[in-house]
């Protein structure tokens, strides 16, 4: 090997390596405790993960938009707005996150809860994408403007828009609705 060490030979050879791995690499690995996945669009704009915790009786939801702008995210037992479960939350300009828990009611922008039953527990963007991740418990005792949790099927409701500024119905991007068995073992 003329002109090259050894050392240097060994230090590429590790860095090779090391990038293959980095790059092949899926972020679903033994670490990550959220089994569930779903790519709820078929662009993959759009990923839910959630974890279901038995001992506290609560369910916490990743979700990872391909947006700088808001999130909507909703549990439905029929798949529309009125009766459903929904969070709307982002991160502004001034990187500081908003995040409320409200319920459907129509095909109108979903009207805020009287109890915050959902916690956000991270919120943030990188690049353009944007981060949130919260939880509530299965059953929040608030059968009027919240979905029970249970093992029958749910629907996902979801949208998202392309700024903070303002959040109207459906303004942007709006989902159609995914099926998940969300407290699935």
């Known amino acids: 090997m003329e002109g090259i060490s050894v050392r240097t030979f060994i230090t590429f050879g590790f860095l090779l390596v090391c990038f293959f791995n980095w790059a092949t690499c899926d972020y679903r690995t033994e670490e990550n405790p959220y089994k569930h996945f779903a790519q709820v669009d078929p662009e993959g704009n759009y990923i839910l993960e959630w974890i279901v915790n038995w001992d506290t009786r609560r369910i916490t939801f990743n979700v990872t938009v391909a947006t700088n702008g808001y999130i909507g995210f909703g549990l439905s037992r029929r798949g529309?707005?009125?009766?459903?479960?929904?969070?709307?939350?982002?991160?502004?300009?001034?990187?500081?996150?908003?995040?409320?828990?409200?319920?459907?009611?129509g095909n109108q922008i979903p009207e805020i809860d009287d109890i915050q039953s959902y916690i956000l527990?991270?919120?943030?963007?990188?690049?353009?994408?944007?981060?949130?991740?919260?939880?509530?418990?299965?059953?929040?005792?608030?059968?009027?403007?919240?979905?029970?949790?249970?093992?029958?099927?749910?629907?996902?409701?979801?949208?998202?828009?392309?700024?903070?500024?303002?959040?109207?119905?459906?303004?942007?991007?709006?989902?159609?609705c995914q099926s998940i068995y969300s407290i699935q073992t």
């Open 121 to 176: 527990h991270d919120a943030w963007e990188r690049g353009s994408r944007t981060f949130l991740s919260f939880s509530r418990p299965f059953d929040t005792c608030d059968n009027e403007q919240d979905v029970p949790i249970t093992d029958d099927l749910l629907q996902v409701i979801w949208t998202y828009g392309e700024t903070d500024d303002e959040i109207q119905y459906h303004f942007q991007i709006e989902g159609q």
């Open 80 to 105: 529309q707005m009125n009766g459903s479960d929904i969070v709307i939350g982002g991160v502004n300009r001034n990187g500081r996150s908003y995040f409320t828990d409200r319920h459907g009611t």
